[in-house]
């Protein structure tokens, strides 16, 4: 199986909506193409940033066929899998082989606490159902379940589990993740975006960076400059980075990544309910940090 794709930067991209919270198929499409013309090497779509929790089913469906059509082919994209049930998985993992994708990203299931042999279980079963690529999604302090190196590991001997996403902020697991599994071209990518350049260094391959909504060439810069060697032009580019991803507190999650695209006139309207946008004190706050990046003039 061809992994060599799974690289780069790839945002997860918002999923603009109407005023009856159904998929705004233009603002969708002009958001893939700000994207592309950030440069970033594959783009997620249904991931947390994407709002999938407050989409159903055919909104689903609707968002990623928008997405794999505006992308025609430019760029991998990555379906993203947030069910809680095995069975609901193995679904979605059909309808984005179905669909087109390219490869399959996937959460452990939410709200129920599972032992370390149930997540195998689950994720096995899932990556068995499909013949794409699985890279898995780590994620404990949005879903309470963690995956423990330990549990990475066995999972990285199942044969289209091709790496993981890690977003635990928890810099010893994303290394330890990349020395367990170095040997078997497995691949690690940054979840938390105040970490790119740290997990490049150690390893990993790329990044699933929200902050790529907005300011797509700004982590793609990053990512470029270590692959060419300049480890300081990197660090730069990781520190101006820094504010943007330090302002996520300024409202609940993930809106303000919409609030900050809106600011940008991306126009990709308002969050799913019942998350609202930031105050408007939060939103002058949030304005200024896009200027001080250079973002916003």
Request: glycine share 10%; with cysteine; aromatic share 6%.
């Amino acid at each position: 199986m061809d992994t060599s794709f799974i690289r780069g930067v790839i945002p997860p991209i918002a999923t603009p909506v109407d005023a009856d919270e159904c998929v705004d198929d233009q603002a969708l499409r002009r958001v893939v193409e700000h994207v592309i013309a950030g440069g970033v090497h594959g783009i997620l779509t249904l991931g947390t940033n994407g709002e999938f929790y407050g989409l159903d089913r055919e909104q689903q469906q609707r968002a990623a066929e928008i997405t794999i059509d505006q992308v025609n082919g430019r760029v991998p994209v990555y379906f993203g899998i947030g069910a809680i049930s095995t069975k609901e998985c193995v679904k979605l993992a059909g309808m984005g082989e179905a669909l087109g994708a390219q490869a399959i990203t996937i959460l452990p299931p939410m709200f129920i606490t599972l032992t370390e042999e149930e997540l195998y279980q689950h994720f096995r079963r899932v990556a068995e159902s499909t013949s794409l690529p699985i890279l898995l999604y780590n994620n404990p302090d949005r879903v309470g379940n963690n995956i423990s190196p330990g549990l990475l590991e066995r999972l990285a001997g199942i044969p289209n589990i091709a790496g993981v996403k890690d977003s635990s902020g928890d810099f010893t697991l994303t290394a330890e993740y990349i020395r367990r599994t170095r040997t078997q071209g497995f691949k690690v990518l940054a979840g938390r975006d105040t970490m790119i350049l740290g997990s490049l260094v150690y390893g990993a391959v790329g990044c699933v960076a929200s902050t790529a909504n907005m300011v797509p060439a700004l982590v793609v810069d990053i990512y470029r400059r270590f692959m060419a060697g300049d480890l300081q032009g990197a660090l730069d580019a990781q520190f101006t980075l820094a504010p943007l991803r330090m302002a996520y507190n300024l409202g609940s999650f993930p809106v303000v990544t919409k609030d900050a695209m809106n600011l940008l006139g991306l126009e990709v309207g308002r969050p799913i309910e019942p998350i609202t946008s930031c105050s408007e004190g939060n939103l002058g706050k949030l304005k200024a940090v896009l200027q001080q990046i250079g973002a916003l003039q």
